[in-house]
């Protein structure tokens, strides 16, 4: 099953990479002719685009690290209750 599961998101990733960089030369061509009319806002919109995407996995992996270290404190903690008890 995990095999399954493996391929599968490697072969999304894959596929996905082709739109992803079909998305950049649009990008930079409507910022180019946002700067060249002296509009500057299209540019700053898509920087703030930009941080917001990077800023998001951070947040993911950061709560799931959060998650997971309380889980594993509260299992040393009755490891260490359980063990208080049996001495």
Do not use: H
């Amino acid at each position: 099953m995990k095999k399954i599961f493996f391929v599968l998101c490697l072969l999304t990733f894959l596929f996905a990479a082709d739109f992803t960089f079909a998305q950049c030369p649009m990008c930079k061509s409507a910022v180019e002719s946002s700067i060249k009319s002296g509009q500057n806002n299209v540019g700053k919109g898509l920087n703030d685009g930009i941080l917001y995407l990077l800023a998001a996995p951070y947040l993911f992996v950061g709560t799931l690290g959060f998650l997971w270290f309380k889980k594993y404190r509260a299992k040393v903690a009755s490891q260490d209750d359980d063990n208080l008890t049996a001495n």
